[in-house]
C-alpha cells in the first residue's frame, strides 16, 4: 500500500522522476481546462440557458458570497484565484471513485505547492489594494516589535495549511485502503462516501482560509475622527 502518489513511478531518468503525483496533477488540470472550455463556449444572456450555464452560474454565485461574507469587498478580483483553488481540491477528492486515480493532494509536495501559491497571492493581492509601502507598514503594526513576529506568522500558516490538506486527504485514503483489506465491500464503499464529503469540507476550508489570509493583507486601516467638544456658550 503506497503512503503518497510520490512512490508510484511512471519513468525515471537518473534523478528525473515523473510519478503519479505530477501525471494526475496534470491531468486533472487538463480536465478542468477543457470542461471550462466546454462550459462557457455557448453562454447565453437571455432567458434560455442550458443546464450547464445554471449550474455555472450556481457555482459561481456560491464562490462569490462566500468570498464576500470573507470581508473581501471586490469578490471578483480574487475569483480566478481562489476559485480555482476551490476546484482543484474539490476535483481531486471526487475523483477518486475512478480506479486508479490517487488524488495529488494526498501527497505533501502538492500541498506545499497549493499553500505557497497562497504565501504568493497573500502580499500580491495586498500590493495591489494599498501599494507596496501601506501593505509593508502592516508588518510593524502596532508596534514594530511585532515585525519578526508578523514574519513567523507568514511562514508558520503556509506550513499550517500544507500538512492540514496533506494530513486529511492522505489519512482518509489509507482507511479505505485497509479497510478493504480487513472487511467487506460495502462498508468501505460508506467510507469512500464519507471520504469524498471530507475532501470537499477540506476543499472549502483550505480555500476559505486562502480568502482570510488575503483579506487580512488587503483590509486599510482607517482612523476614526475623534469627535470635537462641543462649546459652550
Not at 488524488?103 to 500590493?127: E, N, Q, R, Y
Not at 462516501?193 to 486562502?210: D, H, N
Request: hydrophobic share 55%.
Amino acid at each position: 500500500m503506497r503512503l503518497s502518489p510520490d512512490e508510484w513511478i511512471f519513468w525515471q531518468h537518473g534523478f528525473v522522476k515523473l510519478n503519479a503525483t505530477i501525471v494526475f496533477t496534470w491531468a486533472l488540470m487538463g480536465v478542468l481546462v477543457l470542461g471550462s472550455a466546454l462550459v462557457t463556449r455557448k453562454l447565453s444572456t437571455g432567458r434560455t440557458q442550458s443546464r450547464w450555464q445554471s449550474l455555472l452560474e450556481i457555482v459561481l454565485t456560491a464562490i462569490l458570497q462566500q468570498i464576500e461574507e470573507v470581508g473581501l469587498v471586490e469578490p471578483r478580483r480574487y475569483l480566478g484565484f481562489l476559485g480555482t483553488l476551490f476546484l482543484f481540491v474539490a476535483a481531486s477528492s471526487l475523483c477518486t471513485v475512478i480506479p486508479g486515480f490517487e488524488s495529488p493532494t494526498a501527497s505533501l509536495s502538492t500541498t506545499v505547492a497549493l499553500a505557497v501559491s497562497v504565501f504568493i497571492a497573500v502580499p500580491f493581492f495586498g500590493i495591489v489594494v494599498q501599494g507596496v509601502g501601506g501593505y509593508l507598514k502592516t508588518y510593524v503594526q502596532p508596534t514594530p516589535v511585532m515585525l519578526p513576529f508578523n514574519l513567523i506568522s507568514e511562514v508558520s500558516r503556509t506550513l499550517a495549511l500544507a500538512v492540514r490538506l496533506f494530513g486529511n486527504m492522505m489519512s482518509g485514503a489509507m482507511i479505505v485502503g485497509i479497510l478493504l483489506s480487513i472487511t467487506p465491500f460495502f462498508f468501505p464503499v460508506v467510507m469512500t462516501m464519507l471520504g469524498l464529503l471530507t475532501g470537499m469540507v477540506q476543499a472549502y476550508i483550505f480555500s476559505i482560509l486562502a480568502a482570510v489570509y488575503i483579506a487580512a493583507a488587503t483590509r486599510t486601516r482607517t482612523r476614526t475622527p475623534i469627535p470635537k467638544p462641543a462649546a459652550n456658550h
